[in-house]
């Protein structure tokens, strides 16, 4: 007996989107199914791993351990919605330049948390940025360029600090 | 795997809350920050039929400082205390706490309340708030309210007072004694995981430098968080000298069960638990000091 579906309605990388979904699918199965945001990666699904991570309404959470239903009303960040007009946002440039990632299935995750971690923290001590990362597992790197990505990231950041937040990108 | 169907609600006060929680009773689980639930629901080991959303009740998102101390809706998250000056400057004790809960992630969903009444005796919020004798108010079905104290409301393993149908609804610090120095230590496989055993000490020295009281609560040694009254006792009245604090520490044994399971072995915990609570006791006292 599957439970009643509800509507939802909700902002993903600054467009609108609607969606009737059972309440136990997770906002990372709406993301990737309904939405076809296949961007976020499904990990470990019990909310250990970080692969899944969003951005709900600014602040970096484990897509896999909300449900769809609790998105609704709030806005939506992807990894799909940090390039603009094609251009690779600067996170993402810096994980590019320093090799962080091999396979890249944990690269969404990374660079989603390293995108809030510098927001809040455009300047951060070298001991603040580990432990910023510690919600983020990859299995390939060993993290050192995952780290030296963090840091080269927060200098651009802080260079071209007008770097715009994502509003109505096309996918 | 995904989690069982169940049906979902999604009240936006207390009052609806605990509507539904007469009509579903014990069918029915509170979903808060979900960071510890929706797990459970995706191993199936939980399979709740009616999730009760109370993500938007907003009227159990506060936090309350004045000088007769902190209180805290349940609905708070984690990182709303983290980032509190308030906390910071009257409770140090908590702040320090809170940083080690998890990952910033966890912290941006997690609440509060939920974290306490999920009662994980590895968790960092139940052993802080027996160390800070906080109480903890909870509304049943009808809307009555009751207060317990810590000790009574950590029960045992996942377990706490919380009867079916009743929602806590807010914690209670008293003010942080005067002159009192405290200290926090964690010890973990890596940052940000379940604690393999750790401790939150408050010690208060009169004017003559002898403790006046101690409050020493330890986490990830057996089925719940625990203060350790044998150790507190040894410390009230005298000095505290490293000879005090060793023997204190070593009267930890009496009080603490830590289980062998596959991240330690009990002698582990016991042995690690020890130190901490040594390096806390002496860390605490410098601050008083």
Known sequence: ?171 | MKPAPFEYFAPTSVEETCALLARYGDDAKILAGGQSLVPLLALRLAQPEVLIDINPVRELDYIQANSDGLSIGAGTRHRTVERSSAVREQFPLLSAGIEWIGHPQIRNRGTVGGSLAHADPAAELPALALALDATFTVIDANGSERTLTSDEFFVSFLTTALGSGELLREISFPAFPAGSGWSFREVALRHGDFALVGVAAIVTLDNTQACSDVRIALFGVGETAVRSRSAEKVLIGQKPDKQVIATAASEIIKDIQPLSDVHATSAYRQYVARNLVEQALTEAIQRAL
Request: charged content about 20%; proline content about 5%; some cysteine.
């Open chain 1, 1 to 171: 007996m599957a439970s009643k579906k509800h509507i939802i309605e909700l902002s993903v990388n600054g467009v609108r989107h609607e969606g009737l979904v059972e309440p136990r699918k997770t906002l990372a199965d709406f993301l990737r199914d309904d939405l076809e945001l296949t961007g976020t990666h499904l990990g470990c699904e019990h909310g250990v791993c970080g692969a899944c991570t969003v951005m709900v309404n600014g602040e970096a959470v484990r897509s896999c351990l909300m449900f769809a239903v609790q998105a609704s009303g709030q806005e939506i960040t992807t990894i799909e919605g940090l390039a603009t007009g094609g251009k690779l946002h600067p996170v993402q440039e810096a994980f590019w330049e320093c090799h962080g990632m091999q396979c890249g299935f944990c690269t969404p995750g990374f660079v989603m948390s390293v995108y809030a971690f510098l927001k809040e923290n455009p300047d951060p001590k070298e001991e603040e940025i580990r432990p910023a990362l510690s919600g983020n597992l990859c299995r390939c790197t060993g993290y050192q360029n995952i780290v030296d990505a963090v840091r080269l990231a927060a200098e651009k950041m802080r260079e071209t600090s007008a770097v715009p937040v994502p509003v109505a990108v096309k996918e």
